[in-house]
């Protein structure tokens, strides 16, 4: 299944509906920034009901010191997004040390088996997590698809893994990095461990190997992180532009937005025909995603040292309001089965309902509260 690089990634691309975010360069002058995201919040209430003008015309913009925002940034890289990024790169480790032990002897099959995708539904919700952060190493040259191929509109992930492993019976994890992202990372390990009853010697190798290039790749983006964190997330440039902040709020919102779209609209066919699948379709765990992914927004979110500088304003309700709507979420979320797909459709309309409120939220309060500016994204809209 040797795919010509170039070629595999205009598949990757195109199967995967890239989403393309353009969030606009914060001013040096953090005033006109304020100014300018009053007009945006003029022509936005024209479309909106008369309660959401009501609240736009409300919003305030909290007045955020250099050194504030330069802590605050500061918190998000050590205790938010490299744990995130550690964590997923562990499990990886932890499956690929499981396919070790099980696979010295083939067929696998059984309570081996079911270790094995155990510790992949693990490893699967540790990237839902750290996927959140939609920015910096992980998406440079796409390879965040070579972790996570999705969404694989065309299948092209079930075929290209059975091809694989066929035509690579003894696959190692160097010849599986010069492949396809289509047979690499979360979803191929997916299709190896959840569409068979046992595992062959050639399906145990693909499942060291995988698992073993998948360590690697997420290793060196914690290791990225841990020794750029300061430009990533531009912590160093705080007295002058709230250029951080921006980047790290709109990378949230944008991909909430393709989450709502790509993850529950659009596969559970909510306001138009039916595309794509549920992730984690194959092993029907897509809730357990969906809730890894909710579970970071609640942290990001909730977290007292973001809260503590909304709180700053006495008249803002907006750290309240979020809370009380991710809390409403999560408890909706766990009421519903692990597959998503066999939900009254009335429960799949609701969890809609809910991320497009906390978009909502986040669009037209908590940003303008932070006095930065949404971006703009392919998925964008409430």
Excluded at 107 to 121: T, Y
Aim: aromatic letters at 4%; one cysteine or more; a negative charge.
């Amino acid at each position: 299944m040797k795919i010509n690089p170039a070629l595999a990634m205009a598949l990757s691309a195109l199967s995967a509906g890239l989403l393309i975010s353009c969030v606009k360069p914060a001013d040096e002058n953090k005033k006109a920034e304020v100014d300018s995201q009053a007009v945006a919040q003029d022509g936005a209430a024209s479309n909106s009901t008369a309660a959401d003008s009501a609240n736009d015309e409300q919003i305030v913009a909290i007045d955020i010191s250099a050194e504030t925002e330069k802590t605050y940034l500061t918190h998000v890289a050590e205790d938010i997004v490299i744990p995130a990024y550690a964590d997923a790169a562990k499990q990886s480790g932890l499956l690929h040390d499981l396919a070790q032990k099980h696979c010295q002897q083939a067929p696998v099959s059984g309570d081996e088996l079911q270790a094995l995708r155990a510790q992949w539904l693990v490893l699967a919700q540790a990237w839902a997590s750290a996927e959140m952060i939609n920015f910096g190493p992980a998406t440079a040259s796409m390879s965040n698809l070579y972790i996570n191929y999705y969404p694989d509109e065309r299948g092209l992930v079930h075929s290209g893994v059975a091809e694989l492993i066929a035509a690579n019976p003894k696959l190692t994890p160097e010849q599986l990095a010069n492949e396809s992202a289509i047979v690499q990372g979360v979803p191929g390990l997916e299709e190896a461990l959840f569409t068979n009853d046992s595992l062959n010697a050639a399906q145990c190798a693909y499942v060291v190997s995988a698992s073993a290039a998948l360590s690697t790749r997420l290793k060196d983006i914690e290791s990225n992180w841990q020794q750029n964190a300061t430009t990533l997330l531009a912590i160093d440039k705080t007295a002058d532009s709230d250029q951080g902040l921006n980047q790290w709020f709109n990378a949230l919102l944008s991909l909430i937005e393709t989450m709502k779209t790509n993850a529950i609209d659009e596969p559970l066919g909510l306001t138009g025909k039916a595309k794509g699948h549920l992730p984690a379709a194959t092993a029907g765990q897509s809730r357990a995603i969906i809730n890894a992914k909710l579970a970071t927004l609640n942290k990001t979110l909730t977290d007292p040292v973001l809260t503590a500088i909304l709180g700053s304003n006495d008249e803002n309700a907006i750290a309240a309001s979020l809370s009380s709507e991710l809390a409403d979420t999560t408890t909706l979320l766990a009421q519903m089965p692990e597959d998503l797909a066999t939900a009254d459709k009335a429960k799949q309309q609701e969890l809609f309902d809910h991320f497009t409120t906390i978009t909502r939220l986040m669009k037209r309060q908590l940003i303008p509260t932070l006095g930065i500016r949404v971006g703009f994204n392919s998925n964008d809209g409430d």
